[in-house]
C-alpha cells in the first residue's frame, strides 16, 4: 500500500519543544531520561537504571550496591561514543548526577503539559481513502492501513491491531535488541583486550626463553651452537603458530565487533524516526538483523595456559658425547631451576635468577 503524507500546520513552540525532546532521550532505553540521569566521564548523559543495565552485562560477576562484599568496582563502554568508563567499588553509583539534565526534563514536562505548546502533528494518508488517516496495522499482511480498508479494502478479512499498539511493541523490541548488542560488544571487547594481553605475554615468554637458552649455550662448547639454533627456530615457530592462532581471533572478534556497532547506529537512527508507519516499514527488518547479530556464536577463545612457553625448557647437565641430543623438556621446570643454579656455580656468577613474567589470569 502506497501512502501520501499530510501535514498540520507546524507551531515554532511545538516545533522547538521536538528538537528539545530529541536531545533528551536516552541512548539505551531511547526514551526520555528518567531521573536519577548521571553524566559519564565523557561528557554523555544515561538514565542510572539504563548505566546499571550495562554495566551488570558488562561486568556479570561484580557485587550488588546492597552486598556485604567489598567490590573493586568494574567498567563498561559509554553506548554513545564507545569510551571506556572505569567505576570504583560503588559501581554506577559513583557517578555524579546531572543535576542540569533533570532540571531541564521537569521544565519540559511541565511545558509540554500546557495546552498551548502542543506538539506538531504529521500524519500518514491513506492513498485509496484520500480523507482517512493510516490509523490501524494489518496483522495479517504486516502494513499499516486505515479503517476504511479494514471495513471495505483490502484488508476487510485480516486482523488488525491498534497503530500505537505495535509502534510500541516493535519498538520496545528493538530497543531490547540494541541493549544487548551493546551489552555484548562490551563483553567482545574485553575479549579482544585479554588475548592482546595473551599475545603480549606469550612474547614475553618467549623473550624469556630465548634469553635462558642464550646463556645455557654461551657456556657450552661450538659444538651447542648449531643444536642452539635449531631449537631457538622450533622455539620461534612455536610463537609464530601461536601469535597467528590468537591474532587470527581478535581480528574475528574485531569483525563482530565492528558490523554489530554499525548495525547498532542504524538501528538507533531508525528509532529516531517519529512516524510510525514510515518507521514500522522498515522496522521488522532491523528487529530480525539485530536478533541474528545477537545470537552470533563466536570461535572459542585460547585454552587456559596456551600463552605459557615452559615446554621450551632445557637442561644442559649433560655429558659431552649427549650434547647433540638436547631437546627441550615439558614438564622439567624443577629440575630446571636445581640446573640453572649449578650452571651459575660454574660460571662464578651468583646473580639471582630473573623473574618469570606470568601470563594473565
Known amino acids: 500500500m502506497n501512502f ?21 532521550i536516552c541512548p539505551i532505553c531511547l526514551e526520555m531520561f528518567s531521573k536519577p540521569v548521571v553524566i559519564l566521564p565523557c561528557q554523555h548523559n ?38 571506556e568508563v572505569v567505576l570504583d567499588r560503588h559501581g554506577v553509583y559513583g557517578l555524579q548526577r546531572n543535576l542540569l539534565v533533570e532540571n531541564i526534563i521537569d521544565i519540559y514536562k511541565q511545558e509540554s503539559s500546557r495546552p498551548l505548546h502542543t506538539k506538531a502533528e504529521q500524519h500518514l494518508m491513506c492513498e485509496e481513502h484520500e480523507d482517512e488517516k493510516i490509523n490501524i496495522y494489518c496483522l495479517s499482511c504486516e502494513v499499516p492501513t486505515c479503517s476504511l480498508c479494514k471495513v471495505f479494502g483490502a484488508h476487510k478479512d485480516c486482523e488488525v491491531a491498534p497503530l500505537p499498539t505495535i509502534y510500541k511493541r516493535q519498538k520496545s523490541e528493538l530497543s531490547d535488541g540494541i541493549a ?43 659444538v651447542l651452537e648449531e ?29 563482530h565487533l565492528e558490523a554489530s556497532s ?4 542504524s538501528a538507533i537512527q531508525s528509532m529516531e524516526e517519529p512516524q510510525m508507519a514510515l518507521y514500522l516499514q522498515q ?22 595456559g596456551y600463552e605459557s612457553m615452559e615446554q621450551f625448557r632445557v637442561s644442559v647437565e649433560h655429558v659431552a658425547e649427549m650434547l647433540r641430543t638436547i631437546d627441550f623438556q615439558p614438564g622439567a621446570s624443577g629440575e630446571e631451576e636445581d640446573e640453572e643454579v649449578a650452571l651459575d656455580g660454574e660460571e662464578g656468577s651468583a646473580g639471582p635468577e630473573e623473574e618469570r613474567p606470568d601470563g594473565p589470569e
Open 4 to 24: 501520501t503524507v499530510g501535514f498540520k500546520p507546524l507551531l515554532g513552540d511545538a516545533h522547538s519543544m521536538d528538537n528539545l525532546e530529541k536531545q533528551l
Open 46 to 83: 544515561l538514565c542510572r537504571k539504563c548505566a546499571n543495565d550495562v554495566f551488570q552485562a558488562s561486568n556479570p560477576l561484580w557485587q550488588s550496591r546492597g552486598s556485604t562484599t567489598v567490590s573493586s568496582g568494574g567498567r563498561f563502554r559509554c553506548p554513545s561514543c564507545r569510551h
Open 180 to 222: 544487548m548488542l551493546v551489552a555484548g560488544n562490551d563483553r567482545v571487547q574485553a575479549v579482544i583486550t585479554q588475548m592482546e594481553e595473551v599475545c603480549q605475554t606469550i612474547e614475553d615468554n618467549s623473550r624469556r626463553q630465548k634469553q635462558l637458552l642464550n646463556q645455557r649455550f654461551e657456556a657450552l662448547c661450538a
Open 227 to 255: 643444536r642452539k639454533g635449531e631449537l631457538l627456530q622450533a622455539l620461534a615457530r612455536v610463537q609464530e603458530e601461536k601469535l597467528q592462532r590468537v591474532r587470527g581471533l581478535i581480528r574475528q572478534y574485531g569483525d
Open 262 to 265: 554499525k548495525l547498532v547506529e
Open 283 to 304: 522496522a521488522k527488518e532491523l528487529i530480525n538483523k539485530v536478533g541474528t547479530m545477537s545470537k552470533v556464536e563466536l570461535a572459542g577463545r585460547p585454552e587456559p
